[in-house]
């Protein structure tokens, strides 16, 4: 078996999930089962964002990236400065070695995507005499609560109206107009989104479904371009449309899966934002008729919908966060020290987005698997004795 596969990375906080400004304390476990000669053991503690992505193909292609750095810690837990050797010969057994990092208090929530990521990881580097270098990671999971009741508006509704007119040759069809309302712009993940839709078919033209989506609009900011890329996380699907007709979508339930806060603050080169739209599928060419109207996911619910399923917000006036902020300047961003001290209880659960496969060091094969966890309430069940507890979703 291969040391990478026995040595360990152990964490005094098993969920691996952290707040800003915390202190992460732990150990990490070195396994031999052979002799090796060991010249040094580097811990490594790093958090940064990265976006990156191509458009165009081949001469034409045009390659674009962002970068911003959060913290770069390194720690000799074993070398020369230890044992006064430049090597020193290990027998086969278990050695362990503790470690400790301070978290900045001002560093945005982890996030994962194959564009950009912001990525927290903790890395062991056994550098091995006269052999290859081994590598042993584990990465962690930053959280940095949003308060509803601290962001203005969230409570109103909010409705949007659209039309499109398809067009064939030289012929414009009559309209296909769409209305969505929503009775609430603030929502945490599992909650329901009451939906209230239509979609009036006046062309002659089919259409193929109708439909309600909830999107994620991550925008990344490179060094000389923004692109935002859309991705579905939700949907009510209805079936086929002829000319003429009209589909409703009566108050109909749309759940939130476990993903990140909207805007994602503190993160100058990743913008995430929330849409429930409307949509008609025209039946060949054409574009999709969408109507959007924006929404708020943070991880701390509203009091008045908290209080509905028997649980109660401290009243006490939150303290907000010095972080930078775009457009309007939201409160409710806690660190470990502000965290309010009487919120609901939540799970952490595991992405919607899924997990990601990441190398455990430089030229080597090996990965490890990677999804971060976010706020989900489930609100059938209640654990007053645990604010967060990690879970996988199913």
């Not at 457009?327 to 997990?355: F, K, Q, V």
Request: neutral net charge; charged residues 20%.
């Amino acid at each position: 078996m291969a040391l990478q596969d026995l040595s360990q990375i152990v964490l005094d906080n098993p969920t691996g999930v952290f707040y800003p400004g915390q202190l992460i304390t732990g150990k990490f476990e070195l396994v031999l089962t052979e002799k090796k000669t060991i010249t040094a053991i580097n811990f490594i503690s790093k958090g940064q964002a990265k976006c990156q992505w191509t458009e165009g193909a081949g001469e034409n292609a045009q390659f674009y990236d962002g970068h911003e750095k959060y913290f770069h810690f390194k720690e000799c837990l074993f070398g020369k400065q230890q044992s006064g050797k430049s090597s020193v010969k290990f027998k086969p057994g278990k050695y362990e070695y503790p470690f400790k990092v301070q978290l900045p208090s001002n560093i945005p929530a982890s996030f994962e995507a194959f564009v950009g990521q912001v990525r927290y990881s903790l890395k062991a580097h056994i550098d091995i005499r006269w052999a290859k270098d081994k590598y042993c990671k584990k990465l962690i999971t930053i959280v940095v609560p949003l308060d509803l009741n601290t962001i203005p508006n969230v409570t109103e509704g909010a409705t949007n109206t659209g039309e499109k007119r398809l067009c064939c040759l030289c012929c414009e069809s009559d309209p296909i107009s769409g209305m969505i309302a929503i009775d609430r712009k603030g929502y945490v993940p599992g909650e329901m989104i009451i939906v209230r839709g239509e979609i009036n078919n006046q062309s002659n033209r089919k259409m193929t479904c109708t439909k309600v989506c909830l999107q994620m609009v991550v925008t990344y900011h490179a060094t000389t371009k923004s692109m935002a890329f859309k991705q579905t996380i939700g949907e009510l699907k209805h079936g086929k449309l002829k000319g003429g007709e009209t589909e409703i979508f009566n108050n109909e339930r749309l759940h939130i899966p476990p993903v990140s806060n909207s805007y994602l603050h503190g993160c100058k080169i990743i913008d995430i934002n929330y849409f429930v739209e409307i949509i008609a599928d025209p039946s060949g060419p054409g574009f999709d008729l969408e109507v959007p109207v924006e929404i708020i996911i943070g991880s701390i619910p509203l009091t008045s919908v908290a209080e509905q399923h028997g649980l109660s917000l401290s009243t006490q006036e939150p303290m907000s966060v010095s972080l930078p902020q775009p457009g309007n300047s939201l409160r409710g961003l806690y660190t470990d020290l502000s965290m309010p001290t009487n919120i609901p209880t939540a799970t952490m659960t595991e992405s919607a987005t899924g997990r990601v496969k990441i190398k455990v060091g430089k030229g080597s094969k090996d990965t490890v698997e990677y999804a971060p966890v976010y706020t989900y309430y489930n609100w059938n069940t209640h654990d007053t004795d645990t604010l967060f507890s990690v879970q996988k979703e199913k």
